[in-house]
Every structure is written in structure tokens, then in C-alpha cells.
């Protein structure tokens, strides 16, 4: 680990429907440590939905906002981070949660990501006229930047249980040897 690092806390990214908000309440449970969402984060601070924020202002004035956020992350304590699918594709924000945070990258093939989204529809970017092609692509343009977290951890044949732990097991290890 390099160390210019303090990890205090713990953050989940990778694609939606990976389960970085599920696991993420289970793994702050087992860790005592508070959980907060990105995207629950920018929907309090605006008093708007995501959908709205896409719908109305754009993609890029939600980037702005969660780049926003991420700052002020920087001087949490003990905190679970759920972060949004699109996060990490801003180099910044990545830089800025590695300092502070064990960045885990909650991996699922699209197949797997299609089953668990596909009855949802609170997500602006799945709004395609074929949502499983759109799946493919965005996963795949994004794979090198989910893949620049400290820790994979491959979702598609573990339950949310299994996850959980090898999720706690990962962060036990990176504190302990920082
Ligand atoms: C997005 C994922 C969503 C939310 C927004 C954009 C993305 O969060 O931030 O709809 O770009 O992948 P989840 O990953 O929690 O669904």
C-alpha cells in the first residue's frame, strides 16, 4: 500500500447493480462504521431525485455535483462510501477517496448486472431503447477505470452474505498492514 495513504474508511464503486448499496449497509454494520451513498448524498443536498437531475440539467451538471461530494468526503472518519456507477471515471475522485479510503471494486458480468436491473428503472443511463446492449458497453468502457480499485471482488457467484465478507476480510487486511 503506498503511503502517502490513511485509510480510515471504505469505499464501494463499480457498475450499477453490482450491489455496492446492499452490501455496503451490511459491510458498515459488521464495521460500526456509518454508511453514506453518493447518490443519496447529491439527492439530499439538491432536494431532487437523480432522474430529475439527469432529466433537467444534464449528465455533466450531475458529474459537477458528485465531484462535489467526493470532496467533501475527504474528511470523513469510519465511513462506509457507496458510490455511484459513473464515479470513478473521473480520475480525481478516485485519487481523492484512495487517500482516505480501501477502494473495492464490486465486479458482475453484464449478463448478471442485466438480471438485477432489469425490473428497476430509477436509472437515468438504463433509460435505452435496448438497456442489456447498453449494459455491454458502458461495462466495457468503464472496465479499466472499476479496475484501478485496491480490491476486485467478483459478485456474480457469491451471495450478498459472501460478499460481505470477503469485503470486511479485505479492509481487516489492508488496516492491519498499512
Ligand atoms: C450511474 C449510476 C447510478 C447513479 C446515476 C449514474 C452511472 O448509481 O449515480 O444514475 O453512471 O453508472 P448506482 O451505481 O448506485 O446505480
Redesign the pocket.
Known amino acids: 500500500m503506498q503511503n502517502d495513504r490513511n485509510i480510515v474508511n471504505l469505499a464501494l464503486i463499480?457498475?450499477?447493480?453490482?450491489g455496492?448499496?446492499s452490501v455496503g449497509r451490511l459491510v458498515a454494520e459488521h464495521l460500526g462504521y456509518e454508511f453514506l451513498?453518493?447518490?443519496e448524498l447529491?439527492q439530499t443536498a439538491t432536494g431532487r431525485s437523480?432522474?430529475d437531475i439527469?432529466a433537467q440539467d444534464g449528465?455533466p451538471a450531475?458529474r459537477a455535483l458528485?465531484q462535489r461530494v467526493v470532496q467533501e468526503l475527504a474528511g470523513r472518519r469510519h465511513t462506509l462510501i457507496?458510490?455511484?456507477?459513473?464515479?470513478p471515471?473521473h480520475a480525481p475522485n478516485l485519487t481523492s477517496l484512495k487517500q482516505h479510503a480501501l477502494v473495492v471494486c464490486l465486479w458482475a458480468s453484464p449478463e448478471k448486472i442485466w438480471e438485477r436491473?432489469c425490473h428497476q428503472s430509477?436509472?437515468?443511463?438504463l433509460h435505452a431503447p435496448d438497456p442489456r446492449a447498453k449494459i455491454h458497453e458502458?461495462l466495457a468502457l468503464?472496465e479499466p477505470f472499476y479496475k484501478q480499485a485496491d480490491v476486485l471482488v467478483n459478485t456474480d457467484l457469491r451471495t450478498m452474505r459472501e460478499v460481505t465478507h470477503q469485503v470486511v476480510h479485505q479492509y481487516r487486511y489492508a488496516l492491519n498492514h498499512q
Open positions: 463499480g457498475f450499477m447493480g453490482t455496492k448499496t451513498d453518493t447518490d447529491i437523480i432522474t439527469f449528465e450531475f458528485e457507496s458510490t455511484g456507477g459513473g464515479l471515471l436491473v430509477h436509472r437515468p443511463l458502458l468503464r
